[in-house]
């Protein structure tokens, strides 16, 4: 079992040179017991973006503060608190954080081996 505040993890940049702005969390990985799934906290300043990318496994997101703009192949979907988003496997994407305050979002992938 793990049990502790988000803030008490380590934040670490990401990177990527594609990405700016962009920090994250490993909330819950393997060296916690997680055999299936890790959990990632995701803040993306004013400005910022994650990289226009894909991947070979789905993931899951739950914006936990401010808005944007989720890019997806080739059309935009608005994001706000409260959004959740299923992103299949092999779906370019980036999330952009196009407005004034911090863009925060959970994020699960699966663990690939």
Request: aromatic fraction near 8%.
């Amino acid at each position: 079992m793990k049990h502790v505040h988000y803030t008490d993890v380590k934040r670490e940049k990401v990177d990527d040179p594609a990405a700016t702005g962009v920090n994250v969390r490993w909330l819950i990985t393997r060296e916690d017991g997680a055999e299936i799934f890790a959990m990632r906290r995701f803040d993306v300043k004013p400005g910022g973006h994650t990289p226009h990318h894909s991947h070979d496994f789905e993931h899951e997101v739950f914006i936990l503060e401010g808005g944007g703009t989720l890019k997806v192949e080739d059309r935009e979907e608005d994001l706000k608190k409260g959004d959740v988003v299923f992103l299949p496997a092999d779906i370019e994407h980036q999330f952009v954080n196009d407005r004034d305050e911090t863009l925060s979002f959970l994020c699960l992938i699966p663990y690939k081996d």
